[in-house]
């Protein structure tokens, strides 16, 4: 059981899993957990060896998990789990299996997921979710975790909102297969996105366009990308005329080639990107040494100030040294400390809104190479 040290209000031996802790996300959280007081952390998948290896170099604990077994409730339960972190993605084809045997257990379940039906129809596990007095959150990550932080900060400066383009631009770093898998999924497949009020089709990875960053990461392209947030956030900011997210890369050779392969699969010359996601990530592997390193993500709205003139605020976030992969895995580590501390209480079944401030999030970034700032652009030439 957590047990609190009476008059400080200091957690000690809340149980942490973290399914697939030894993967590139379930590290970064793995590491930031154990600099909390209070928190034990258990890094579980099916591959034991790379556990224990994790394990004893953070001062953790090691356990064989496999999210497909039958007795994984009785397996959390056993160790005492009051909260899972899953980074075992991909999410696009995936069941609320580890949802629902966390609930099974009495423990509060997180996701990193970014697959847009995964965490808008996690929902449907509310009324169970709220029986057994836990919170199971799907997208504890840059999106929709921090963008809707940032627009929700942002938001009392409107009298109106129109229009929210953001998106992200990652560095040269190239992501592990099943993380790539996941965005050539959607690669020249056609989509909904709310625009001019309504629901059109757009296409994955493409309708390219430049955002500018303040230095030093300067302009970068960015192209249609498939995430929760397309159809949250009409719902959320009751108004909005038009949502739209994009996503690129740093390296122009790697970006403009995903684009070009966009147009192969939207012809008809190829099914999907898919089955390429292993010989691609080769090759984006051999390109990393002429990146720069630098990341960011911005979020642009656009719409009426209180004095009913025409405004356009772009919050911006840049990561130097390789530090972006950090950024999405923040909030399950913001919404752990809260759980541990007992300071969030949300029971039930959501996505990831309203749960953090930017302030909370951005907190858990302290230390890294990584800064924000708001700028005010100029509305002439300026459309999101």
């Known amino acids: 059981m957590t047990r609190t040290e009476q008059g ?40 034991l060896a790379k556990a224990e290896a994790l394990a004893k170099e953070t001062g953790s604990q090691a356990v064989r998990l496999d ?11 056993a160790l005492g789990a009051q909260l899972v972190i899953s980074t075992a993605g991909p999410f696009q084809n995936q069941d609320y299996r580890v949802a629902e045997a966390c609930i099974a257990a ?4 997180v996701d990193l997921a970014d697959a847009r039906e995964f965490v808008c129809a996690i929902g449907a596990l509310d009324q169970a979710a709220q029986a057994a007095g836990v919170l199971i959150c799907g997208g504890a990550s840059s999106v929709p975790a ?5 627009i929700d900060s942002l938001l009392p400066r409107f009298s109106r909102l129109d229009a929210i383009w953001h998106g992200i631009s990652s560095s040269e770093k190239t992501p592990g297969v099943s993380t790539l898998a996941a965005v050539l999924n959607y690669c020249g497949k056609p989509f909904q996105q709310w625009r001019d009020g309504a629901w059109q089709a757009v296409y994955g990875w493409q309708d390219l366009s430049p955002h500018d960053f303040a230095a030093p990461l300067g302009r970068r392209w960015v192209g249609n990308c498939d995430i929760p947030d397309l159809q949250l956030f009409p719902a959320r900011y009751p108004g909005v005329r038009s949502v739209r997210f994009s996503a690129g890369v740093s390296l122009r050779l790697t970006q403009f080639g995903t684009w070009l392969l966009s147009w192969l699969v939207r012809g008809g010359l190829l099914r999907s990107g898919v089955p390429l996601a292993g010989l691609l ?12 390193g630098l990341s960011g993500m911005f979020v642009r709205l656009q719409g009426l100030d ?13 990561a130097l040294h390789n530090d972006g992969p950090n950024i999405p895995c923040m909030a399950a580590v913001a919404l752990a400390r809260k759980l ?7 029971r039930g079944a959501l996505p990831c809104l309203g749960l953090l401030t ?26 999101v």
């Open 8 to 47: 400080v209000g200091r957690v000690t031996d809340y149980r942490v899993v973290v399914l697939g802790g030894y993967g590139n996300f379930g590290t970064v959280i793995v590491r930031r957990l154990r600099t909390i007081a209070g928190i034990r952390v258990w890094v579980a998948g099916r591959d």
């Open 67 to 77: 999210m497909n077994q039958a007795d994984l409730a009785e397996r959390l339960r």
């Open 106 to 109: 009495g423990a509060h379940y």
């Open 146 to 150: 921090l963008s809707a932080a940032v």
């Open 281 to 292: 990530r080769r090759g984006a592997v051999l390109v990393e040494p002429l990146g720069d």
């Open 306 to 318: 209180h004095a009913g003139q025409a405004q356009t605020l772009c919050w911006e976030l840049q």
């Open 340 to 346: 541990a501390a007992g300071t969030l209480a949300t």
């Open 358 to 383: 930017l302030e909370e999030y951005l907190a858990e970034l302290e230390g890294l190479a990584i800064s924000s700032e708001l700028r005010v652009l100029p509305e002439a030439g300026v459309s």
